[in-house]
């Protein structure tokens, strides 16, 4: 009975290191399947209407990076057991890791909150003569976007980080307590002035940008809906399905975006005084972020799927065995799209 029960915790904590694994392999995985096939047809950008907008496609292959320098700096941090010590008594490896978590955190934040915003001033179409100047100018903003986020997030995310880690190892050197820990942590007053502005620059402001633009565009695109079906009695799939695809991808991502704000501003409440809401960043979070968003974007942004598409034709061409599975896999597709409209022409004429 005592063995028994001494190794249920060892079951668990193997079952949640798989679970870990699955979550961080995946997110890794989906994010550089992605970020792989945008560098490949780089390109092809601008040319022909399938391979959408390049300024779309950088800020999602930005997007894609910027998870995957999440998903793996996370994956090491959590397998060397530093997420129960964070940030306190790290080795330089562990510091290293953090500096690189921090950094694919913030731009993540920032770069889907800018990608957002492009998708705004991309769909909406207004006259207001304030609306097409920022329209003309939407390369140079997005430039400036990608640059100020480098530059805000690699200072503001990790210079507060690197004074309390090396403060802390000289003020406690190796006898620490975690009430210690915590009492030095909320009575020192620099920390509500860094939670203060870190809670306006990094989860307020590009969470307004990001919710604002979705709620525009979600709106947009539901009235251009019913605006559709109304003027059209015989409306083709095709054009009701791609808004359709456009609406539900920024309206899910929208949900994890805010998952996400809420569980970093929480996480810089809480570090002080509990490590285990930090252990289930890097554990379930982080990884389950990053592999959401990249199924997210596979499934629904069609210029993606469309470049993958090309990618796996030029792979085929190398191939024997692949190419036989190509065209049997498109033999299948184009047969149940051929039954599909048989279907769909039968149910009209009867």
């Keep these: 009975?005592?063995?028994g029960g001494a190794r249920f915790p060892i079951m668990i904590t193997f079952l949640s290191y798989i679970f870990a694994g699955v979550l961080f392999v995946g997110g890794f995985l989906g994010n550089l399947l992605i970020f792989l096939t945008l560098v490949l047809t780089s390109a092809e950008d601008g040319v022909g209407t399938r391979n959408g907008s390049p300024l779309v496609n950088l800020m999602v292959g930005l997007t894609s990076g910027a998870n995957l320098l999440l998903c793996g700096s996370s994956a090491g941090l959590y397998y060397e057991n530093a997420a129960e010590r964070f940030p306190y008594c790290l080795t330089s490896f562990q510091k290293f890791l953090v500096f690189l978590s921090n950094e694919g955190l913030f731009c993540t934040i920032w770069f889907t909150a800018l990608l957002c915003l492009l998708y705004c001033l991309k769909i909406l179409s207004c006259k207001h003569n304030l609306f097409l100047k920022v329209?003309?100018?939407?390369?140079?903003?997005?430039?400036?976007?990608?640059?100020s986020g480098l530059i805000m997030s690699t200072v503001s995310s990790n210079v507060p980080f690197i004074f309390y880690s090396f403060k802390l190892n000289i003020t406690l050197n190796s006898s620490y307590s975690t009430a210690s820990l915590a009492s030095y942590y909320y009575e020192n007053p620099l920390t509500w002035v860094f939670i203060g502005l870190f809670g306006l620059v990094w989860v307020s402001f590009p969470f307004g940008v990001c919710v604002i633009s979705c709620v525009?565009?979600?709106?947009?695109?539901?009235?251009?809906?019913?605006?559709?079906k109304s003027n059209s009695s015989e409306l083709s799939n095709c054009r009701v399905k791609s808004p359709k695809r456009v609406l539900q991808?920024?309206?899910f991502q929208v949900l994890l975006y805010i998952v996400l704000l809420l569980e970093v501003f929480g996480g810089n409440l809480a570090v002080g005084a509990s490590q285990n809401f930090q252990s289930s960043s890097y554990i379930i979070v982080y990884p389950l972020y990053c592999l959401m968003t990249s199924a997210n974007i596979i499934v629904k942004n069609r210029s993606i799927r469309m470049k993958l598409a090309s990618i796996i034709k030029k792979m085929s061409r190398y191939s024997p065995c692949f190419h036989c599975f190509l065209q049997e896999s498109q033999h299948t597709i184009s047969e149940q799209t051929r039954r599909g409209q048989e279907s769909m022409v039968n149910s009209r004429t009867g």
């Design 216 to 228: 525009t565009v979600i709106s947009f695109l539901h009235q251009h809906l019913r605006n559709m």
């Design 249 to 251: 991808m920024i309206s």
């Design 135 to 147: 329209k003309q100018n939407i390369p140079k903003l997005v430039c400036f976007g990608i640059v």
């Design 1 to 3: 009975m005592d063995e």
